[in-house]
């Protein structure tokens, strides 16, 4: 079982950065890949970036279009934790972000954290 508990939302100005953290509990955290959702009201939840498991090679994120550029994904494993580090943010980023945990890279994700709000005021 694993929890995970996000923390960093919050309200900022357009052109603003956020750093998002998700703070995994239970063992073998690097043995899961770990994503960031979001979901704007009235839309569907969208992935937002992904890492995987082995990131000593510096490989292993993958990001939507969306955010590219912009957002960078890192996991600190030692510290069971993934953060988001948000730049340049728009109002369109706008939304709850999730951050989810699986055994691959891609859905469905075994585990999810309860969200944290981040709003991007223009």
């Known amino acids: 079982q694993v929890q995970l508990v996000e923390s960093g939302g919050g309200l900022v100005q357009a052109g603003g950065s956020l750093r998002l953290s998700c703070a995994a509990s239970?063992?073998?955290?690097?043995?899961?890949?770990m994503a960031w959702f979001r979901q704007a009201p009235g839309r569907e939840r969208e992935s937002v970036a992904v890492i995987s498991r082995n990131t000593w090679s510096g490989g292993g994120t993958r990001y939507a279009d969306s955010v590219k550029g912009r957002f960078i994904i890192s996991r600190d494993n030692a510290k069971n934790t993934v953060y988001l580090q948000m730049n340049s943010l728009k109002p369109e980023d706008t939304a709850v972000y999730y951050c989810?945990?699986?055994?691959?890279?891609?859905?469905?994700?075994?585990?999810w954290g309860q969200g944290t709000q981040v709003t991007v005021s223009s």
């Open positions: 989810a945990a699986g055994t691959r890279p891609f859905p469905p994700y075994d585990y």
């Open positions: 239970g063992r073998t955290f690097s043995a899961y890949a």
